[in-house]
Nanobody, 122 residues
Framework: QVQLVESGGGLVQAGGSLRLSCVASGRTFSHYFMGWFRQAPEKEREFLATTGWSAGSTYYNDSVKGRFTISRDNDKNTVYLQMNRLEPEDTAVYYC???????????????WGRGTRVTVSS
């Protein structure tokens, strides 16, 4: 089992930045690919980014590439999502998740956090 806890959400003005964190506990963190997803009101959950052990194994949804950066600190069992130039359309609940493969497909993610809410005001 892997337990995931997100933090760092909040209210921010358009154009601002936030950094989300996700701390993992349980099984070996470095074993998993870690992903970030989000779900806006009345919309499907959307893949944002994933990263493996090394920074070279990242993969982004084109919709956030260049604005969002995923990173991880294996010593701290933590994965981050740096979000810049935020827009009102980024308002959503953000989730981190763990999978055994590098993928954008959420059904491959075995473990999920409970989410952290991000609200971007115009």
């Amino acid at each position: 089992q892997v337990q995931l806890v997100e933090s760092g959400g909040g209210l921010v003005q358009a154009g601002g930045s936030l950094r989300l964190s996700c701390v993992a506990s349980g099984r070996t963190f470095s074993h998993y690919f870690m992903g970030w997803f989000r779900q806006a009101p009345e919309k499907e959950r959307e893949f944002l980014a994933t990263t493996g052990w090394s920074a070279g194994s990242t993969y982004y949804n084109d919709s956030v590439k260049g604005r969002f950066t995923i990173s991880r600190d294996n010593d701290k069992n933590t994965v981050y999502l740096q979000m810049n130039r935020l827009e009102p359309e980024d308002t959503a609940v953000y989730y981190c998740a763990a999978a055994e493969i590098k993928t954008h497909e959420e059904h491959y993610y075995d473990y999920w956090g409970r989410g952290t809410r991000v609200t971007v005001s115009s």
